[in-house]
């Protein structure tokens, strides 16, 4: 079955450590999405590619950094720089950043720093 | 303003109630629309894309008012287990917008 994952699903780190979190897809999709979820509060965009070796900064792109060297693989690294890491991370892509693509969502990555 | 606005509820609702809610838009150059269900902890999945004639799945009916901006999603016959957030993702050029969710919780 085509679909996105993500791991781990639970990450634990210490303050001052970058980590990498993985998003796969093997849907063919061109674009792929990282966002950020608090608790109570609405998805916010971090970064987003729309094709192979190209990303762009979204709205809170600070202490985050992304590569896109293959179609399937979008990782995000969560930079000791990155203030308040903890959060929700939701990967999506999608089949083009066009206007009637919707998003599909892989499982999330629970990242809890101390 | 924010660009998409729903009422975060939540929504107390008994089973086998309709019940609907809405989503604002303010800029009328968007373009697609698309409601997306979350329950708790987990990811949003795609639930249906809004169709500007209105569009039915099962028990779930969307609509879109273009002139008053906003679009609704009606469930009838409601199930505990459509207790979940609901969010509306208004789409305008490449940018992707997310609403905050409204809550709904569907009592036994």
């Known amino acids: 079955d085509g679909g996105i994952t993500q791991s781990p699903k639970y990450l634990f780190r210490k303050e001052g450590q970058n980590v990498t979190l993985s998003c796969e897809q093997n849907?063919?999709?061109?674009?792929m999405y990282w966002y950020r979820q608090d608790p109570g509060q609405g998805l916010r965009l971090i970064y987003y590619s729309q094709i192979v070796n190209d990303f762009q900064k979204g709205d809170i792109a600070e202490g985050y950094s992304v590569s896109r060297e293959k179609k399937e693989s979008f990782p995000l690294t969560v930079t000791s720089a990155q203030k308040n890491p903890t959060a929700f991370y939701l990967c999506?892509?999608?089949?083009?950043?066009?206007?009637?693509?919707?998003?599909?969502f892989g499982n999330g990555t629970r990242l809890t720093v101390t | 303003r924010k660009e998409v606005e729903q009422d975060p509820g939540p929504f107390n609702v008994p089973e086998g109630a309709t019940v609907a809610f809405n989503c604002t838009y303010s800029n009328s150059a968007s373009q697609s629309f698309f409601w997306y269900r979350q329950d708790c902890r987990k990811e949003p999945k795609l639930l249906m894309s809004?169709?500007?004639s209105g569009n039915e799945d099962g028990r779930f009916t969307a609509q879109l008012n273009r002139a008053s901006q906003y679009i609704s999603l009606l469930i009838r016959d409601s199930k505990l287990s459509d207790s979940a957030t609901y969010l509306c993702v208004v789409n305008r050029d490449d940018k992707i917008i997310f609403g905050k969710g409204t809550r709904l919780h569907i009592l036994p």
């Open positions: 809004v169709y500007s």
């Open positions: 849907l063919n999709h061109d674009a």
């Open positions: 999506a892509s999608s089949e083009s950043t066009g206007r009637h693509s919707p998003l599909h």
